[in-house]
């Protein structure tokens, strides 16, 4: 990994224009501590892992070669829990302008647009018709699949898709297409390769003063997992092209001191059942969302929030509502202060009553030069009692941790310092309900160089 940054690096300065470059280095160490009587031995369980990434962009011959590297590793190292390593190549590109502002072709590794994630080694180009209107198309084998599972090269997975953007002074639209194949592990490792085609269309615009409007839909053919009579009996069916999801946003910015929002999001994923589990529910997990937002200025002071959001799942309703409070202008340089309240109401078909809990959070922290610091807490009204990482709770009553960070009891504190060339930055947490600590530690440089 390395070597590839030092390579580019060393290029003959007389064929380069402009080298940028980033490696970053970060090491993550978790516990879980439990005494419960099902939680086994050893009480306490660590995990380590450390990680690098790798990023760099090489442009020469008058800005119409250019070469691009995106690389990122993480291995585990010690602790009792081994997770497994993940290396991920996801772009190892030369791309070369044959007609400049107006054809561009690119060989290698990339990531092109897509409804899913979809990395290709293989081709790509882009015309730019007009100033307002342009398409690219590509075509090769997928690289890693949607498991991020690197694909051998001994194996070949087709990949093809084309795209069109139209950008006007008050107007951008983008449809896509593609098709590729990918490979699912549905039980005992067992790998299935299916293929499946996806389109999305997004749309933005400008229809009045101050107000922006948007959204997109997006449709694509999948793999579900069928499941038999038993849970031992796993199959792998592709459901005909159905919606992925559906989203849309309205913002209004008539005034320097008052901000409306809205955001609309729909959301579908297939889950099929078979034999006597067929009275089990369909197309579901699934849920729609619909959220409002006002922000009002309070003088230099900073801004206070209004939300509210109301998502609505095929087994209930779940609303949140509260406040945000940003402040910066507070007396001291640098001196800011984060605060939010919310309040949720979620209730469940098949449950009586409704599940209320309260979420809120604060931090207060200093910024200066390329010096960051912050400290604070968020702790959230739980209907049951603590579930950890290393037990699940027998109750029937929902508890979203540890599943969601925001379940979660804890305390933190971070840090991050950006000088000229490098950065690093330290973030710890401590969960009260689970004696369970989480810390990440960063490190890396940037570096440009034009000839």
């Known amino acids: 990994m390395i070597a590839i940054v030092s390579l580019l690096v060393l290029l003959d300065a007389a064929l380069a224009d402009e080298f940028q470059g980033e490696i970053t280095a970060y090491g993550f160490t978790a516990s879980s501590a439990s005494t419960e009587p099902n ?88 015309f730019q018709l007009n100033p307002q209107l342009s398409l690219s198309a590509f075509g090769g084998r997928r690289a890693i699949t949607t498991s991020l599972e690197n694909v051998p090269f001994s194996q070949v997975l087709p990949a093809a898709g084309a795209s069109i953007n139209l950008r006007r002074q008050k107007l951008q639209v983008t449809a896509l297409g593609t098709f590729s194949e990918d490979e699912a592990v549905i039980f005992l490792n067992q790998p299935e390769t299916y293929a499946a085609p996806s389109f999305l269309v997004s749309a933005s615009g400008l229809p009045a003063s101050g107000v922006t409007v948007g959204g997109q839909v997006a449709f694509a053919q999948r793999a579900s997992y069928t499941v038999g009579p038993t849970w031992a009996d796993f199959d792998l069916q592709v459901a005909s092209a159905g919606l992925w999801n559906a989203s849309g946003y309205a913002h209004w910015r008539t005034s ?50 209004g939300d509210y959001r109301v998502r609505l799942r095929p087994e209930g309703v779940e609303q949140r509502y509260g406040l945000l409070l940003y402040g910066e202008e507070l007396g001291i340089d640098g001196l800011y202060l984060r605060g939010r309240l919310y309040f949720d109401a979620v209730s469940f078909e098949d449950s009586e009553g409704v599940f209320d809990r309260t979420l809120w959070s604060a931090s207060a922290g200093y910024r200066t030069g390329g010096l960051d610091l912050a400290a604070g807490g968020s702790f959230i009204e739980r209907a049951v009692t603590p579930s950890s990482s290393r037990q699940a709770d027998a109750t029937t009553s929902p508890d979203l941790s540890p599943f969601t960070l925001q379940a979660q009891r804890i305390v933190f504190g971070q840090g991050y310092y950006s000088g000229e060339g490098w950065f690093a930055g330290l973030d710890v947490e401590y969960n009260v309900e689970d004696s369970e600590i989480r810390g990440l530690i960063q490190a890396g440089i940037i570096g440009w160089k034009e000839w």
Request: include cysteine; proline fraction near 6%.
């Open 39 to 126: 939680a086994g031995e050893p009480e306490t369980l660590t995990a380590n892992e450390l990680g690098f990434n790798v990023r760099g962009r090489l442009v020469t011959l008058d800005d119409r070669l250019r070469l691009f590297v995106d690389y990122r590793d993480r291995e585990p190292i010690g602790g009792d829990i081994q997770n497994r390593a993940l290396r991920r190549l996801y772009r190892a590109e030369a791309e070369f302008a044959i007609r400049p502002n107006t054809w561009t072709v690119g060989v290698g590794q990339f990531c092109p647009p897509s409804v899913t994630f979809l990395p290709v080694t293989g081709l790509r180009t882009s």
């Open 256 to 305: 320097p001191t008052l901000r409306m929002d809205y955001f609309f999001h729909h959301q579908r994923v297939g889950v099929y059942a078979a034999g006597d589990l067929g009275s089990a529910r369909l197309d579901e997990p699934n849920f729609t969302d619909n959220r409002a937002r006002v922000s009002a200025a309070l003088g230099r002071f900073g801004w206070l929030k």
